[in-house]
Nanobody, 122 residues
Framework: QVQLVESGGGLVQPGGSLRFSCAAS????????MNWIRQAPGKGLEWVSG????????HYADSVLGRFAISRDNAKNTVDLRMNNLKPEDTAVYYC???????????????WGQGTQVTVSS
């Protein structure tokens, strides 16, 4: 079965940086786009970033463009998210999500992991 396990969350001050990693198993990782989504307290799921199956095409939500970077390693079945210049509004539970197809399209995903908490606060 599909398993997605995130790691790397934590507490960081505004302006700080964090890096997440997601380990995937149970499907042919290199065939699917991967995404990061998040859920802030009291809000719905928000798509953050996506990367196509080959890793050559990336997309970002306007709210994180220029601050976050997604990457993947198809040899290791992992997808990472590097976050810079973090803001309090980035506080959320972050989830790794498997895309439906090889191309990355916002909000098209079918499985996600258990999530990892990020808190941006001074």
């Amino acid at each position: 079965q599909v398993q997605l396990v995130e790691s790397g969350g934590g507490l960081v001050q505004p302006g700080g940086s964090l890096r997440f990693s997601c380990a995937a198993s149970g499907f042919t990782f290199s065939h699917y786009a991967m995404n990061w989504i998040r859920q802030a307290p009291g809000k719905g799921l928000e798509w953050v970033s996506g990367i196509n199956s080959g890793g050559g095409v990336t997309h970002y939500a306007d709210s994180v463009l220029g601050r976050f970077a997604i990457s993947r390693d198809n040899a290791k079945n992992t997808v990472d998210l590097r976050m810079n210049n973090l803001k309090p509004e980035d506080t959320a539970v972050y989830y790794c999500a498997k895309g439906l197809f090889s191309d990355s399209t916002p909000y098209e995903y079918d499985y996600w992991g258990q999530g990892t908490q990020v808190t941006v606060s001074s």
